[in-house]
Nanobody
């Protein structure tokens, strides 16, 4: 099995920053999985946020977070991060990390991902 556990969510004021972490266990990183972050706000569908290839060379961002969020990973720690700066109230959502066995791809479709974490709540106050 592959397990993903998100942490680092919380309440932050608009303009502030949070750093989310996703710790992987099992064979996620040793098997060369790409990783993605998704989010789901109340009343909305799950949406793509960012993704990173296994090597970390390739990244992809949803347009509304590009320039504000940075995805990174440290494979030796089996961990992927999402640094979120200049947070806005519309960023409020449950954030999920996901693993894609296609290590060279930074997919935007949730259906491309094979494993999902349980999510961490991010709330941005105005």
């Amino acid at each position: 099995q592959v397990q993903l556990v998100e942490s680092g969510g919380g309440l932050v004021q608009a303009g502030g920053s949070l750093r989310l972490s996703c710790a992987a266990s099992g064979r996620t990183f040793t098997s060369g999985y790409a990783m993605g972050w998704f989010r789901q706000a109340p009343g909305k569908e799950r949406e793509f946020v960012a993704a990173i290839s296994w090597s970390g060379v390739n990244t992809n961002y949803e347009s509304s977070v590009k320039g504000r969020f940075t995805i990174s990973r440290v494979n030796a720690k089996n961990t992927v991060y999402l640094q979120m700066n200049s947070l806005k109230p519309e960023d409020t959502a449950v954030y999920y990390c996901a693993a894609d066995r296609n290590y060279g791809v930074v997919a935007v479709a949730g259906t491309a991902y094979d494993y999902w974490g349980q999510g961490t709540q991010v709330t941005v106050s105005s």
